[in-house]
């Protein structure tokens, strides 16, 4: 059995060991009860919360134990996608607490080749011949401008 040591708040968990038989009767009270595994059910279940549990996972000892609960709950949350219920809730699931994500690709190719940099010609200069801008409050000199 390997003894955990650490400075700063005690930990909740003192062995691997002790945490791997509490995940285990999380498992089968799931099972006896007919209820869907889940990452917020499995700390409610070691009275902890969603967050320390998965600080747990970041702690080298418990990382692998915390790991192979995460995946057999989210093969259980990804079979449960081909059963015919309500989809949005697991999917939801396995976007939050398992890193899934809608992916979208575009293509910004021609033919296979990458698009380069399009460079359009410069705009022609046109000139105001025998017109005279007006500013704000002054008058033309031409009377021909107040018309348009």
Known sequence: MVEIKAAGRPLKFQSVEELEKKIDAYFEYCDEKGKPYT???LAYFLDTSRR???EYGQK???SNTISRAKHRIAAFTEENLYQPKITQGIIFSLKNNFGWRDDKHLDLTTGGEKLGFVSLPPEPETKLENKT???QGEQSPNPELLEN
């Open 39 to 41: 990452i917020s059910g």
């Open 52 to 54: 320390v549990l998965l």
């Open 133 to 135: 801008i007006i500013e």
């Open 60 to 62: 080298e000892v418990f």
